[in-house]
């Protein structure tokens, strides 16, 4: 059965950081691509970033230079380091693994910028 699980949402106030993480199981985690969805109140799903088996990186245009991939295969887990968050970040953020045809998603963990 395959889960993953995110992790590290909650409240914070516009220029702070959080850091999320989301831990698989039941897949072989080191082929797949990782990645990092949102959405937000009303609109839908985006990517944010996502990470390949070999290491290839992608940040969408409105998180470039603040937020930070990566991965730790021996711990089957994936991060996303934000920094710098702003209101517009607020979303519920979603884990999804992809190999090929095969897709699976997190439930999602809320993250709420706010003063």
């Known amino acids: 059965q395959v889960q993953l699980v995110e992790s590290g949402g909650g409240l914070v106030q516009p220029g702070g950081s959080l850091r999320l993480s989301c831990a698989a199981s039941?897949?072989?985690?080191?082929?797949?691509?990782m990645g990092w969805y949102r959405q937000a109140p009303g609109k839908q799903r985006e990517l944010v970033a996502r990470?390949?088996?070999?290491?290839?990186?992608y940040y969408a245009d409105s998180v470039k230079g603040r937020f930070t991939i990566s991965r730790d295969n021996a711990k089957n887990t994936v991060y996303l380091q934000m920094n710098s968050l702003k209101p517009e970040d607020t979303a519920v953020y979603y884990c999804k693994a992809n190999y090929y045809d095969m897709g699976y998603w997190g439930k999602g963990t809320l993250v709420t910028v706010s003063s």
């Open positions: 039941g897949i072989i985690f080191r082929i797949y691509t």
């Open positions: 990470i390949t088996n070999g290491g290839s990186i």
